[in-house]
T-cell receptor
């Protein structure tokens, strides 16, 4: 399956600032999943987007799936130190359910 | 119930030795995946088991890597004649049915260091 490109690779913000990470694919995606990995931890599922143009919110997190289903974004409003970690988008790798991960965006938050 | 568990949590081995990594998926989950995460990198798919079907080995980097899943539950990832480039965190995940829309639940990983 095609890779998913994720930008930026790193993001340093002051606590209270907003943060956005973007995930792009050259091919149409059936769905996109987002995971968060805390430092020293393992990936934890955040959300899955399936429909074109879909927008989902989890408290301060807003997830979007593009109209063409080729891109997605995760936006965090008013970051907190608890938001620190690496955020990965992932696409499914084909008929099987294995995931193809982007390289992630590592977020650091300065208190 | 309990989440995915993996053992050992850390493994240090000498180059050329064989290692076995274990994964206990969530009870009732039919699909099991192995991924590898090198330092500061994303996750690389290795192998996938679904029920009693033949595993999808398309992600294994070399024939030194193999995996088994006994009784549709516990899985063991074996790396023979380890090399320094095998050093990474090996993550196991399981999901209910293996559908492309299933949530995958990850274990804590095994950190492998090859000296």
């Amino acid at each position: 399956g095609q890779q998913v490109m994720q930008i930026p690779q790193y993001q340093h913000v002051q606590e209270g600032e907003d943060f956005t990470t973007y995930c792009n694919s050259s091919t149409t995606l059936s769905n996109i999943q987002w995971y968060k990995q805390r430092p020293g931890g393992h990936p934890v599922f955040l959300i899955q987007l399936v429909k074109s143009g879909e927008v989902k919110k989890q408290k301060r997190l807003t997830f979007q799936f593009g109209e063409a289903k080729k891109n997605s974004s995760l936006h965090i409003t008013a970051t907190q130190t608890t938001d620190v970690g690496t955020y990965f988008c992932a696409r499914t790798g084909g008929s099987q359910g294995n995931l193809i991960f982007g390289k992630g965006t590592k977020l650091s938050v300065k208190p | 119930g309990a989440g995915v568990s993996q053992s050992p949590s850390n493994k240090v081995t000498e180059k050329g030795k064989d290692v076995e990594l274990r994964c206990d998926p969530i009870s009732g989950h039919t699909a099991l995946y192995w991924y590898r995460q090198s330092l500061g990198q994303g996750l690389e798919f290795l192998i996938y088991f679904q029920g009693n079907s033949a595993p999808d080995k398309s992600g294994l980097p070399s024939d030194r890597f193999s995996a088994e899943r006994t009784g549709g539950s516990v899985s063991t990832l074996t790396i023979q004649r380890t090399q320094q480039e095998d050093s990474a965190v090996y993550l196991c995940a399981s999901s209910w049915s293996g559908s492309s829309t299933d949530t995958q639940y990850f274990g804590p990983g095994t950190r492998l260091t090859v000296l």
